[in-house]
T-cell receptor, first 112, second 114 residues
Framework: AQSVTQLDSQVPVFEEAPVELRCNYSSSVSVYLFWYVQYPNQGLQLLLKYLSGSTLVKGINGFEAEFNKSQTSFHLRKPSVHISDTAEYFCAVSEGNNDMRFGAGTRLTVKP | DAGVIQSPRHEVTEMGQEVTLRCKPISGHDYLFWYRQTMMRGLELLIYFNNNVPIDDSGMPEDRFSAKMPNASFSTLKIQPSEPRDSAVYFC????????????FGQGTRLTVV
């Protein structure tokens, strides 16, 4: 079965700095990969997803992620963060068997 | 569509009481999921339905938990009897046709069992 590891539980960063949130997965078959964001007291919403095709995926709010099959990674990046990006970010993987697993989450805190 | 609607948003109950959480998925979505989120265990999939039929309930922690989906527009998650360790935020999510498309989450129900 697939599993997801988010390597950093917390990432503090200053406003306008770049950020990378790391995600590694384990699976023996082809996977679908997702990043979700959770703002305080809200449900999760999709940032971006990789299903097939180009390994560089662009999402909402200026985020992008790159699928690296050899390293089994799907790191999330943004070149310049804003205060409003402060939230919890979840990486998720599905093997297409109608089951999605979420990582433990990374809390991004953007400081002025 | 108003999105996935969960009720109540907050629930405080005493240990031993029955608790029922409710979810209205997005119209036309064939999959419905119940998740539990805690600081210790993160986001856990409890159970999911396809076309109102429970497909995988292996994540349900114990027999005190039960979930139903009597029709395409309504699902419940029941805990009876509730215990303090059940305190968590419970999310309902729905998706269209296949799970590897976007899942839409409700705002969650924050359950506190005292």
């Amino acid at each position: 079965a697939q599993s997801v590891t988010q390597l950093d539980s917390q990432v503090p960063v200053f406003e306008e700095a770049p950020v990378e949130l790391r995600c590694n997965y384990s699976s023996s078959v082809s996977v679908y990969l997702f990043w979700y964001v959770q703002y305080p007291n809200q449900g999760l919403q999709l940032l971006l997803k990789y299903l097939s095709g180009s390994t560089l995926v662009k999402g909402i709010n200026g985020f992008e992620a790159e699928f690296n099959k050899s390293q089994t990674s799907f790191h999330l990046r943004k070149p310049s963060v804003h205060i409003s990006d402060t939230a919890e970010y979840f990486c998720a993987v599905s093997e297409g068997n109608n089951d999605m697993r979420f990582g433990a989450g990374t809390r991004l805190t953007v400081k002025p | 569509d108003a999105g996935v609607i969960q009720s109540p948003r907050h629930e405080v109950t005493e240990m031993g009481q029955e608790v029922t959480l409710r979810c209205k998925p997005i119209s036309g979505h064939d999959y419905l999921f119940w998740y539990r989120q805690t600081m210790m265990r993160g986001l856990e999939l409890l159970i999911y339905f396809n076309n109102n039929v429970p497909i995988d309930d292996s994540g349900m922690p114990e027999d005190r938990f039960s979930a139903k989906m009597p029709n395409a527009s309504f699902s419940t998650l029941k805990i009876q009897p509730s215990e303090p360790r059940d305190s968590a935020v419970y999310f309902c999510a729905s998706s269209l046709i296949r799970w590897n498309t976007e899942a839409f989450f409700g705002q969650g129900t924050r359950l506190t069992v005292v």
